[in-house]
């Protein structure tokens, strides 16, 4: 007679891939950066001071602001391409409606309502029509752009006034640090407090994560998406507003708001916000920002053409969505969730 005894079952040590997809790629990027860092200082004269690292950040804020609006929206397995539009568009109609002799509150207004009706067109499009999110929100961020145009204005350059509030925005400091980098901090807290504090931030992760399942527990998932859609489309507008207010002017063709959806959008997957929705932090937002910051700042300074810096900007897009794509594959379960 034989007796059966328990034995513990040892598991099997988890991969190199899931143990990389586990690890808060914060830090990593945050090395990345340092070792860029030294690089500059090593074959760049002036990169290492005060004024080039204040010049840095203060050109950052804005599209690091716009890249923690893209991190919610991806989070709840969405994507906004809409941001670019929405920023640029709604600060080149403030300018408009400013130079038509409108009081630049009610303009403010005129423009929230653009950016929150256009966030809101998002949202249900996406979440209660179930319209792929890539083309809604590249169609309305060109909406955005066309109808300020068309309806608004009458000029092709508006400067912001002097004095103005939007102008206050980039100006001064806050003990010694510039005002858009206090304001962008500013914005990088609010948004790691509401993903890691409140219950609507935990559902919007919990509904990247598995939208099935999260719908299934009773979750108010569509209501959730149509909120971070509208919360993109006001962050957007913020950071356009930061925009103009450092260049005291903008322009709203194609060529200028490529490049800003771009930026925000690379920090954001190098951050490790995963595309597969519902994996990344804050934290690695600022890290994704501030890595892109650097590397645009070493290319302007080692002076290359536009086109070698798109093509250097090109291949680190491909290699960020790559190693999401490795680290995050999509399972049969996730996929039925919905794609982007």
Same mark, same amino acid.
């Given at each position: 007679?034989?007796?059966?005894?328990?034995?513990?079952?040892?598991?099997?040590?988890?991969?190199?891939?899931?143990r990389l997809g586990r690890?808060?790629?914060?830090?990593?990027?945050?090395?990345?950066?340092?070792?860029?860092?030294?690089?500059?200082?090593?074959?760049?004269?002036?990169?290492?001071?005060?004024?080039?690292?204040?010049?840095?950040?203060?050109?950052?804020?804005?599209?690091?602001?716009?890249?923690?609006?893209?991190?919610?929206?991806?989070?709840?397995?969405?994507?906004?391409?809409?941001?670019?539009?929405?920023?640029?568009?709604?600060?080149?109609?403030?300018?408009?409606?400013?130079?038509?002799?409108?009081?630049?509150?009610?303009?403010?207004?005129?423009?929230?309502?653009?950016?929150?009706?256009?966030?809101?067109?998002?949202?249900?499009?996406?979440a209660y029509v179930e319209?792929?999110?890539?083309?809604?929100?590249?169609?309305?961020?060109?909406?955005?752009?066309?109808?300020?145009?068309?309806?608004?204005?009458?000029?092709?350059?508006?400067?912001?006034?002097?004095?103005?509030?939007?102008?206050?925005?980039?100006?001064? %400091? +806050?003990?010694?640090?510039? !005002?858009?980098? =206090? /304001?962008?901090?500013? #914005?990088? $807290?609010? &948004? @790691? *407090?509401?993903?890691?504090?409140?219950?609507?931030?935990?559902?919007?992760?919990?509904?990247?994560?598995?939208?099935?399942?999260?719908?299934?527990?009773?979750?108010?998932?569509?209501?959730?998406?149509?909120?971070?859609?509208?919360?993109?489309?006001?962050?957007?507008?913020?950071?356009?507003?930061?925009?103009?207010?450092?260049?005291?002017?903008?322009?709203?063709?194609?060529?200028?708001?490529?490049?800003?959806?771009?930026?925000?959008?690379?920090?954001?997957?190098?951050?490790?916000?995963?595309?597969?929705?519902?994996?990344?932090?804050?934290?690695?937002?600022?890290?994704?920002?501030?890595?892109?910051?650097?590397?645009?700042?070493?290319?302007?300074?080692?002076?290359?053409?536009? %086109? +070698?810096?798109?093509?250097? !900007?090109?291949? =680190? /897009?491909?290699?960020? #969505?790559? $190693?999401? &794509? @490795? *680290?995050?594959?999509?399972?049969?379960?996730?996929?039925?969730?919905?794609?982007?």
């Open positions: 007679m034989t007796t059966t005894t328990d034995r513990a079952v040892t598991l099997p040590r988890p991969g190199l891939r899931a690890s808060e790629q914060a830090y990593f990027v945050l090395g990345i950066t340092v070792l860029l860092c030294a690089a500059g200082a090593a074959t760049t004269p002036g990169f290492l001071t005060a004024g080039n690292f204040a010049s840095l950040l203060r050109l950052s804020a804005a599209f690091g602001i716009l890249a923690v609006g893209a991190a919610i929206v991806i989070l709840g397995k969405g994507i906004d391409l809409s941001i670019a539009g929405v920023a640029l568009g709604c600060a080149q109609a403030t300018l408009a409606l400013l130079s038509g002799g409108m009081p630049e509150p009610q303009a403010i207004a005129i423009a929230a309502v653009i950016a929150l009706v256009t966030g809101l067109i998002n949202g249900v499009l996406v319209v792929p999110a890539l083309f809604v929100t590249l169609a309305t961020g060109l909406l955005v752009i066309g109808g300020v145009d068309v309806f608004l204005l009458d000029s092709n350059f508006y400067a912001l006034p002097a004095g103005s509030r939007i102008a206050e925005l980039s100006n001064g %400091a +806050v003990f010694g640090v510039p !005002r858009p980098v =206090v /304001l962008a901090a500013l #914005v990088f $807290l609010a &948004a @790691w *407090l509401f993903v890691t504090y409140t219950s609507a931030g935990r559902l919007v992760r919990a509904m990247g994560d598995n939208f099935a399942t999260a719908r299934a527990t009773g979750a108010p998932v569509r209501p959730l998406q149509v909120g971070t859609y509208m919360t993109s489309a006001l962050l957007a507008l913020l950071a356009g507003y930061l925009t103009v207010s450092i260049q005291g002017s903008v322009q709203t063709t194609v060529t200028s708001f490529d490049p800003l959806l771009f930026t925000a959008l690379t920090a954001t997957v190098i951050g490790g916000i995963s595309l597969a929705g519902g994996r990344g932090s804050i934290l690695g937002v600022l890290a994704g920002s501030v890595f892109i910051a650097v590397l645009d700042n070493l290319l302007v300074l080692h002076g290359l053409t536009t %086109a +070698v810096q798109d093509l250097i !900007r090109g291949g =680190v /897009l491909i290699v960020a #969505v790559a $190693l999401d &794509a @490795w *680290l995050h594959p999509r399972d049969e379960e996730t996929a039925k969730s919905g794609e982007l």
